[in-house]
Protein backbone atom coordinates (compact mmCIF):
# COMPACT_ATOMS: atom_id res chain seq x y z
CA UNK A 1 0.00 0.00 0.00
CA UNK A 2 1.04 3.29 -0.45
CA UNK A 3 2.44 5.85 1.62
CA UNK A 4 -0.68 8.05 1.90
CA UNK A 5 -2.99 5.12 3.04
CA UNK A 6 -1.15 3.92 5.84
CA UNK A 7 -0.43 7.54 7.31
CA UNK A 8 -4.17 8.23 7.42
CA UNK A 9 -4.50 5.05 8.95
CA UNK A 10 -2.33 5.29 11.66
CA UNK A 11 -3.38 8.86 12.21
CA UNK A 12 -6.83 7.71 12.97
CA UNK A 13 -7.76 7.57 16.18
CA UNK A 14 -10.00 4.28 17.03
CA UNK A 15 -10.54 4.99 20.73
CA UNK A 16 -14.37 5.03 20.09
CA UNK A 17 -14.88 1.45 19.29
CA UNK A 18 -12.50 0.38 21.72
CA UNK A 19 -14.82 1.99 24.41
CA UNK A 20 -17.89 0.91 22.87
CA UNK A 21 -16.70 -2.80 22.75
CA UNK A 22 -16.00 -2.27 26.24
CA UNK A 23 -19.37 -0.96 26.80
CA UNK A 24 -21.01 -3.86 24.90
CA UNK A 25 -19.58 -6.07 26.78
CA UNK A 26 -20.60 -4.49 30.10
CA UNK A 27 -24.28 -5.10 28.02
CA UNK A 28 -23.65 -8.46 27.83
CA UNK A 29 -22.72 -9.09 30.91
CA UNK A 30 -25.97 -7.49 32.72
CA UNK A 31 -28.65 -9.14 30.44
CA UNK A 32 -26.99 -12.28 31.26
CA UNK A 33 -28.33 -11.86 34.61
CA UNK A 34 -31.35 -10.49 34.06
CA UNK A 35 -30.59 -6.98 34.42
CA UNK A 36 -32.10 -5.30 31.64
CA UNK A 37 -32.23 -1.79 32.36
CA UNK A 38 -28.34 -1.84 33.25
CA UNK A 39 -27.87 -3.48 29.76
CA UNK A 40 -30.23 -0.76 28.07
CA UNK A 41 -28.05 1.99 29.72
CA UNK A 42 -24.73 0.33 28.76
CA UNK A 43 -25.95 -0.50 25.23
CA UNK A 44 -26.85 3.04 24.44
CA UNK A 45 -23.62 4.35 25.70
CA UNK A 46 -22.20 2.09 23.29
CA UNK A 47 -24.66 2.98 20.45
CA UNK A 48 -23.72 6.63 21.62
CA UNK A 49 -20.08 6.04 20.83
CA UNK A 50 -20.18 4.47 17.52
CA UNK A 51 -22.31 7.29 16.08
CA UNK A 52 -18.71 9.14 16.31
CA UNK A 53 -17.58 6.64 14.26
CA UNK A 54 -20.26 5.53 11.77
CA UNK A 55 -22.69 8.12 9.65
CA UNK A 56 -25.90 8.30 10.30
CA UNK A 57 -27.78 5.97 8.16
CA UNK A 58 -24.64 3.21 8.37
CA UNK A 59 -26.62 -0.32 8.95
CA UNK A 60 -24.01 -0.98 11.31
CA UNK A 61 -25.42 1.63 13.66
CA UNK A 62 -28.96 0.45 12.13
CA UNK A 63 -27.89 -3.17 13.76
CA UNK A 64 -27.19 -1.99 16.78
CA UNK A 65 -30.29 -0.35 17.58
CA UNK A 66 -32.25 -3.35 16.79
CA UNK A 67 -29.72 -4.83 19.96
CA UNK A 68 -30.78 -2.14 22.20
CA UNK A 69 -34.64 -1.66 21.30
CA UNK A 70 -34.64 -5.50 22.29
CA UNK A 71 -32.98 -4.59 25.67
CA UNK A 72 -35.54 -1.71 26.21
CA UNK A 73 -37.94 -4.44 25.60
CA UNK A 74 -36.96 -6.42 27.78
CA UNK A 75 -36.53 -3.20 30.38
CA UNK A 76 -39.95 -2.40 29.64
CA UNK A 77 -39.48 0.30 27.80
CA UNK A 78 -41.51 -0.38 25.01
CA UNK A 79 -41.83 3.16 23.36
CA UNK A 80 -38.40 3.84 23.53
CA UNK A 81 -38.13 0.34 21.50
CA UNK A 82 -40.33 0.93 19.12
CA UNK A 83 -38.80 4.25 18.69
CA UNK A 84 -35.38 2.23 17.78
CA UNK A 85 -36.97 -0.32 15.74
CA UNK A 86 -38.40 2.25 13.66
CA UNK A 87 -35.40 4.04 12.91
CA UNK A 88 -33.54 0.44 12.10
CA UNK A 89 -36.37 -0.89 9.64
CA UNK A 90 -35.97 2.66 8.25
CA UNK A 91 -32.14 2.37 7.16
CA UNK A 92 -32.24 -1.59 6.79
CA UNK A 93 -34.98 -1.29 4.07
CA UNK A 94 -33.08 0.26 1.55
CA UNK A 95 -29.55 -0.44 2.64
CA UNK A 96 -29.66 -4.18 4.37
CA UNK A 97 -29.91 -7.31 1.86
CA UNK A 98 -32.96 -9.25 0.98
CA UNK A 99 -34.17 -11.38 3.79
CA UNK A 100 -31.89 -9.15 6.68
CA UNK A 101 -32.78 -11.07 10.05
CA UNK A 102 -32.50 -7.32 11.98
CA UNK A 103 -34.95 -6.15 9.48
CA UNK A 104 -37.08 -8.77 9.87
CA UNK A 105 -37.11 -8.47 13.16
CA UNK A 106 -37.58 -4.67 13.22
CA UNK A 107 -41.21 -5.01 11.49
CA UNK A 108 -42.34 -7.83 13.27
CA UNK A 109 -41.86 -5.64 16.54
CA UNK A 110 -43.35 -2.97 15.19
CA UNK A 111 -46.87 -5.13 14.07
CA UNK A 112 -46.88 -6.26 17.41
CA UNK A 113 -45.57 -2.77 19.66
CA UNK A 114 -48.35 -0.12 19.69
CA UNK A 115 -47.57 2.72 17.37
CA UNK A 116 -45.61 5.72 19.39
CA UNK A 117 -48.90 8.23 20.29
CA UNK A 118 -48.23 11.55 20.27
CA UNK A 119 -48.36 12.38 24.26
CA UNK A 120 -48.78 10.20 26.66
CA UNK A 121 -48.72 10.65 30.53
CA UNK A 122 -46.28 8.45 32.36
CA UNK A 123 -49.65 6.92 33.66
CA UNK A 124 -50.27 5.99 30.01
CA UNK A 125 -47.15 4.96 29.02
CA UNK A 126 -46.82 2.72 32.48
CA UNK A 127 -49.88 0.90 31.01
CA UNK A 128 -48.83 0.38 27.63
CA UNK A 129 -45.54 -0.74 28.57
CA UNK A 130 -46.47 -3.67 30.54
CA UNK A 131 -49.37 -4.64 28.79
CA UNK A 132 -47.44 -4.51 25.32
CA UNK A 133 -44.23 -5.66 26.58
CA UNK A 134 -45.99 -8.83 27.41
CA UNK A 135 -47.77 -9.25 24.04
CA UNK A 136 -43.95 -8.20 22.34
CA UNK A 137 -42.13 -11.00 24.38
CA UNK A 138 -43.99 -14.13 22.50
CA UNK A 139 -41.30 -13.75 19.98
CA UNK A 140 -38.01 -15.18 19.84
CA UNK A 141 -36.97 -11.33 20.35
CA UNK A 142 -37.14 -11.92 24.12
CA UNK A 143 -36.24 -15.19 23.80
CA UNK A 144 -32.50 -14.64 22.50
CA UNK A 145 -29.34 -14.90 24.48
CA UNK A 146 -28.10 -11.89 24.92
CA UNK A 147 -25.54 -12.89 27.58
CA UNK A 148 -23.96 -15.55 25.27
CA UNK A 149 -24.48 -13.45 22.09
CA UNK A 150 -21.64 -11.03 20.61
CA UNK A 151 -22.53 -10.62 17.37
CA UNK A 152 -26.24 -9.59 15.81
CA UNK A 153 -25.77 -12.50 13.62
CA UNK A 154 -24.98 -14.87 17.38
CA UNK A 155 -27.78 -13.42 18.74
CA UNK A 156 -30.67 -14.30 16.10
CA UNK A 157 -29.09 -17.60 16.11
CA UNK A 158 -29.68 -17.64 19.84
Known sequence: S???????????DFQWRIQAQ????????????????????????????????????DPELAREECKLAGLYLQAGEV????????????????????????????????RRLPPLAAKQTSRDASM?????????????VCKAEFATSATHTEMDRA
Open 2 to 12: CHACTSSLQDE
Open 22 to 57: SLDERARTAAGKGAWKEAAAASSASLALLREGFAEG
Open 79 to 110: MRARELWEAAAEVLSVLGPIGDPDLEEAQEML
Open 128 to 140: VNSDWRKQACKSK
